[in-house]
Antibody, heavy 118, light 110 residues
Framework: EVQVVESGGGFVEPGGSLRLSCVAS????????MSWVRQAPGQGLEWLGRIKNGGATDYAAPVKGRFTISRDDSKNTVYLQMNSLKSEDTAVYYCNWNSDLYCTMRVWGKGTTVTVSS | QSALTQPASVSGSPGQSITISCTGTSSDVGNYNYVSWYQHLPGNAPKLMIY???NRPSGVSSRFSGSKSGNTASLTISGLQAEDEADYYCSSYTTTSTLVFGTGTKVTVL
């Protein structure tokens, strides 16, 4: 059974940085495509980006250049590095396993909460 | 990439059928058969209910079905049950190799 667990959320001041981690199990991680999605309070789901096996990435326009997704296959882990954080980045951040190139998000983690506030 | 358009809310009585629409453009829904639907209960992880327009993952009830016509995809829940009360989101792959979600629909069982 594939499982995904996020960590690294917390409080950060505007302008700060934070790195989230996502550990996946139950799959051959080096072959996996993974995405990050967030949900701000009272808002809908927002796709942030994804990383393919091999490390190529795609990002949503609103976060491109500010957020970076990377992976460490030796640790079955994908990361979301978030820089220049704004209050609007306050959200629950979800990691998920994609079963194909077209971002079919089969298995999701329970999320980790990021709060950007002074 | 603008969010796909969904109705904010849909309601129905137990046993009834409801349909949620998801309208995009020729750059997303209209261009690919990679439309998915997710069920999301607050505080829980979203759950994949439909993928590739009309396919159900193992374990998802056959009461859930999907379809697409042009730039609009639809999710139908038949035999509505109290446990179906949740938020539902569609998503579509796009011509820019990204993914876009719908605005979300709150389903209420009366």
């Amino acid at each position: 059974e594939v499982q995904v667990v996020e960590s690294g959320g917390g409080f950060v001041e505007p302008g700060g940085s934070l790195r989230l981690s996502c550990v996946a199990s139950g799959l051959t991680f080096s072959h996996a495509w993974m995405s990050w999605v967030r949900q701000a309070p009272g808002q809908g789901l927002e796709w942030l980006g994804r990383i393919k096996n091999g490390g190529a990435t795609d990002y949503a326009a609103p976060v491109k250049g500010r957020f970076t997704i990377s992976r460490d296959d030796s640790k079955n882990t994908v990361y979301l590095q978030m820089n220049s954080l704004k209050s609007e980045d306050t959200a629950v951040y979800y990691c998920n396993w994609n079963s194909d190139l077209y971002c079919t998000m089969r298995v999701w983690g329970k999320g980790t909460t990021v709060t950007v506030s002074s | 990439q603008s969010a796909l358009t969904q109705p904010a809310s849909v309601s129905g009585s137990p046993g009834q059928s409801i349909t949620i629409s998801c309208t995009g453009t020729s750059s997303d829904v209209g261009n690919y058969n990679y439309v998915s639907w997710y069920q999301h209960l607050p505080g829980n992880a979203p759950k994949l209910m439909i993928y590739e327009v009309s396919n159900r993952p193992s374990g998802v009830s056959s009461r859930f079905s999907g379809s697409k016509s042009g730039n609009t995809a639809s999710l139908t829940i038949s035999g509505l049950q109290a446990e179906d009360e949740a938020d539902y989101y569609c998503s579509s792959y796009t011509t820019t190799s990204t993914l876009v979600f719908g605005t979300g629909t709150k389903v209420t069982v009366l």
